[in-house]
Nanobody, 124 residues
Framework: QVQLVESGGGLVQAGGSLRLSCAASERTFSSYAMGWFRQAPGKERELVAAISGTGMSTYYADSVKGRFTISRASAKNTVYLQMNSLKPEDTAVYYC?????????????????WGQGTQVTVSS
């Protein structure tokens, strides 16, 4: 059982930045593809960014491309989401997720483990 713990959410003004962290309990962290999802009130959960087990491949939703950066630090069993130029429409609960696979994973149902979520609120 892999435990994922997110941190770094909060309230920020539009144009500001936040960095989310997701710490994993799994020692074979590099065997897991990771993703960041978000869910706003009344909306479906959507994939924001994903990274392969090696970190060599990444994916970004069009809505965040050029503003968000996903990365991972295997030595710390942690994946990050650097969010710059935040907009009010980025407001949501952000979740990290893991799947025992090396390649990118795009569908929420493919992920095996989920964090508890962290709230990001962007004020206008």
């Amino acid at each position: 059982q892999v435990q994922l713990v997110e941190s770094g959410g909060g309230l920020v003004q539009a144009g500001g930045s936040l960095r989310l962290s997701c710490a994993a309990s799994e020692r074979t962290f590099s065997s897991y593809a990771m993703g960041w999802f978000r869910q706003a009130p009344g909306k479906e959960r959507e994939l924001v960014a994903a990274i392969s087990g090696t970190g060599m491949s990444t994916y970004y939703a069009d809505s965040v491309k050029g503003r968000f950066t996903i990365s991972r630090a295997s030595a710390k069993n942690t994946v990050y989401l650097q969010m710059n130029s935040l907009k009010p429409e980025d407001t949501a609960v952000y979740y990290c997720a893991a799947r025992l696979a090396y390649g990118l994973q795009y569908v929420s149902s493919e992920y095996d483990y989920w964090g508890q979520g962290t709230q990001v609120t962007v004020s206008s």
